[in-house]
């Protein structure tokens, strides 16, 4: 790929998107069964490397070994490794259906010693049916998902770098499966008023407290473009009046609050993208930080010439 970021289009992906969501459902909710809880759901997320997809290490056997799953987007396979020294794969190819995939992984991991048993229906998606009953969707495309994952790595940069600027709690940059989008969050460290107690369980713990998220995601039906985001929590008034940059940024309403909103063609079109894409989010911040009340200067780092 050269250094011009690429078209990705989420129109006319749609089933190629929903496939690879579906994948790597599969594969987060193993790790979602197999690590230790960590807060704010972080035990369960899914990271980019330099060959595509991966869950990082599992522990298994008590904890004496670890495995991880890789999608390996540039040899299109799906890789399972042991610190055992066990190694497997399979051919990911349009044609691949969630049910084969799902019960190739299983049958794989459980040939390595590694029981599965996880909760194997789709999590907050439109199709519903058990993984491993799934035929509809076998639209695997290579070209897609290297494009999705080179775009994903970039910003996975771009947020690390982000990250790096504030003193306060921040989570890895990371992809949640549920929805498939790469995020970072900031905390102010003080904790959010509690959630209905009807709320999903998912929500209190990820909603704990007072935090600033950022991401991106490839698209949905609601929202039929890739896009960066970031909304404010709990959402302060008169967030939605604040400036952002660059001007092709926008405010609008998500789930009764403001969220930042920064199409991915419009970055694309951009002179700087990277330096545009830093000041979306520090813009962000900024106006949901300041209207929140967080101690903006506090949680600074400096740079090294001011220490």
């Known amino acids: 790929m050269s250094s011009q970021l690429p078209q990705l289009n989420y129109k006319g992906h749609e089933k190629a998107k929903l496939t690879l969501h579906l994948f790597l459902q599969i594969i987060g909710k193993i790790r979602l069964m197999k690590t230790p809880r960590k807060n704010h759901w972080w035990y369960v997320t899914e990271y980019l490397d330099t060959n595509g997809f991966t869950t990082g290490p599992i522990p298994f056997n008590n904890g004496m070994d670890t495995f991880k799953i890789t999608m390996n987007t540039q040899a299109h396979q799906l890789e399972l490794e042991s610190s055992e020294g066990k190694k497997d794969a399979f051919t990911l190819s349009n044609g691949l259906s969630v049910a084969s995939f799902y019960q190739q992984l299983t049958d794989k991991l459980n040939a390595m010693g590694i029981e599965v048993n996880i909760k194997d229906k789709p999590y907050d998606l439109e199709v519903k049916d058990p993984f491993g009953t799934i035929e509809d969707y076998h639209h695997y495309d290579p070209e897609y998902t290297y494009t999705l994952w080179k775009i994903m790595l970039w910003v996975d940069g771009v947020f690390k770098e982000f990250s790096g600027r504030f003193y306060g709690k921040t989570c890895p940059v990371h992809l949640y499966w549920h929805s498939m989008d790469l995020a970072v969050t900031r905390f102010s460290g003080r904790k959010a008023p509690p959630m209905d107690p009807g709320a999903r369980i998912s929500d209190k713990d990820a909603y704990t407290h007072e935090c ?23 959402s302060p008034d008169g967030l939605g009046s604040k400036e952002l940059k660059p001007e092709s940024a926008q405010w609008v309403v998500s789930n009764g609050s403001p969220m930042a909103i920064l199409t991915y063609d419009s970055l694309r079109k951009a002179a700087k993208p990277r330096e545009e894409l830093l000041a979306f989010m520090e813009s962000a911040y900024q106006a949901g930080a ?9 949680l600074s780092v400096p740079t090294l010439k001011e220490l």
């Open 290 to 298: 300041k209207q929140a009340g967080w101690d903006v200067g506090e």
């Open 212 to 234: 600033i998220s950022f991401g991106f995601w490839a698209g949905d039906n609601n929202m039929q473009e890739p896009a960066f985001y970031s909304y404010t929590y709990p």
